[in-house]
C-alpha cells in the first residue's frame, strides 16, 4: 500500500523512548511517573517481566490494578495485539534484559543460550539461532509500539571499558543496554528515542538525575527529532521527570525552531 504524506505537516503525535541506567538510579521510578501522568488522560499499563520485579519502586503513585508480569515470549506478543484493537495512552515495559532471557528460550526451546554454528555445522544444515533472538526482540518492540501512543522501555546498562586502551584510562569506551550481541547497539533503532539515566552525587544526602539523549560517541543514545537535543535534561527527584523528558522532546519537535 502507497501512503502519500505532507512532510512540512508533520507533528509528534506520540513517541517510544528506551531508558538504560546503571541498578538502583530510577529507571522503574521513570516508567511509573510517566504512567501516573498519561493515566489522566487515558488508560496505560504496566508490563513487568518475571524476573525483574521492580514494581514496589512504584507502588505508592496510585496507579492501581494496570500492572501485569509476563513468563513467556508469548504473552508479551498477546498483550501488544490485544491493546492494538484499542490503542492505550501509555504502556510501559520492565525490562528489555529479562525479555532478551524469554525471547532465547522461545527460540532455544530451553535456558541455554543460542548457538552460532561452526562451518562444519552450518555445512551439516544447524542454525545460527542469534538472528532468530534478534528479530523477536525488535517485533516485540515494534509491537508495542502499534499498542500505545507513548511507550517506555527500560534496560540496565553494561560499561564496555577499553582495559588495553591507556588512552581511556579505566574509564567506560562505551555505554550501552545490557543485551545480548549486537542488541546492545541495534536497540537504539528499536524506539524513537533512547536516553541514558545517571544519578550523581551532588553532597551528602543529596542526588542529582538527568537523562541524557545527546551523542557523546560513548553513550548509546538516539533521538528522531528536527532540533537536535543537546543538553542533559535535569529531573527532579519525586514526580516529575516524565514531564521535562516530553517538553523536551515536543519543544525538539517544533518547526518554528
Request: with cysteine; hydrophobic share 40%; net charge neutral.
Given at each position: ?42 488508560p ?8 525483574e ?33 484499542s490503542p ?60 500505545a ?20 584510562q ?88
Open positions: 500500500m502507497r501512503t502519500k504524506f505532507n512532510l512540512d505537516s508533520l507533528i509528534l503525535s506520540g513517541f517510544s523512548l528506551a531508558v538504560h541506567a546503571d541498578r538502583a538510579v530510577g529507571k522503574t521510578h521513570l516508567l511509573g511517573d510517566a504512567l501516573a501522568t498519561e493515566k489522566e488522560t487515558g496505560v499499563k504496566f508490563i513487568n517481566v518475571a524476573g520485579d521492580g514494581m514496589l519502586t512504584i507502588s505508592a503513585m496510585g496507579l492501581g490494578d494496570i500492572g501485569e508480569t509476563i513468563t513467556e515470549y508469548d504473552d508479551l506478543i498477546a498483550i501488544a495485539e490485544e491493546c492494538c484493537k492505550l495512552q501509555a504502556i510501559a515495559l520492565d525490562s528489555l534484559p529479562v525479555l532478551a532471557k524469554l525471547a532465547m528460550r522461545k527460540v532455544t526451546g530451553s535456558d541455554r543460550l543460542p548457538i552460532i554454528p561452526s562451518s562444519d555445522q552450518l555445512r551439516s544444515g544447524m542454525k545460527n539461532e542469534w538472528p532468530e533472538v534478534h528479530r523477536y526482540m525488535e517485533d516485540a518492540v515494534i509491537k508495542l509500539k502499534r499498542a501512543k507513548y511507550v517506555l522501555v527500560a534496560a540496565a546498562s553494561d560499561k564496555a571499558v577499553g582495559m588495553l586502551d591507556m588512552a581511556s579505566g574509564r567506560p569506551t562505551m555505554i550501552a543496554p545490557n543485551l545480548p550481541g549486537k542488541e546492545a547497539s541495534d536497540s537504539a533503532e528499536w524506539c524513537d528515542f533512547m536516553g541514558y539515566l545517571e544519578l550523581k552525587p551532588v553532597r551528602p544526602g543529596e542526588f542529582k538525575r538527568t537523562l541524557n539523549m545527546a551523542p557523546d560517541n560513548v553513550t548509546r543514545v538516539r533521538q528522531r527529532v528536527p532540533n537536535l537535543i543537546t543538553e542533559r535534561i535535569d529531573l527532579p527527584t519525586g514526580r516529575g521527570g516524565w514531564l521535562k523528558i516530553k517538553s523536551a522532546i515536543e519543544n525538539a519537535c517544533r518547526k518554528e525552531k
